[in-house]
């Protein structure tokens, strides 16, 4: 009787940041596995295999390293490879990571915006400019609600609020 066929789940890429090294994910049953690519984009020969769930005291909390070419992992890899090279993954991840960067580096020069803004609002305070030029703090306050409302829509904030 032939043995029925596991059901892979969850397959993704990581790369660990852009230029990072890939590494493919996939689950099946209670373990998750991966797989390391060297530079080149191809997979190395030891499929890293971990418990979804630790539990305390069994062996099957142990990390495994199974070879990739055997007969059975070759079978699974074979479909992990698949879906990975139709879908892109590796590609969508790289992608992802750099508007990743790009959207923290408009953050932090948004955060710096705001700062440098309420820092020019205490020096024209301490300068008595609100008395003698009221126009400046109307100006102040403009630019710093622009500033503001960018950084509440940059997906850094969003996520951080999640």
Known sequence: MPSAKPKIE?????TGGIGGQPTIHWTIGDRRFHVWLDRHG?????IHSN?????????????RALDRTSKAQ???WDQIWAVVQRDNLIDKCRLADIAQRAAQRRYQETRETIASIEQEVLSAFRRGAAASEPAIFEALHINWLLASAELRSLPAL?????
């Open 74 to 76: 070759s079978a699974i």
């Open 42 to 46: 191809q997979p190395e020969d030891v």
């Open 10 to 14: 969850d397959i993704h890429v990581h």
């Open 158 to 162: 969003q996520d951080e609020a999640a």
């Open 51 to 63: 418990p979804v769930t630790a539990k305390k005291d069994t062996r099957r909390d142990e990390h």
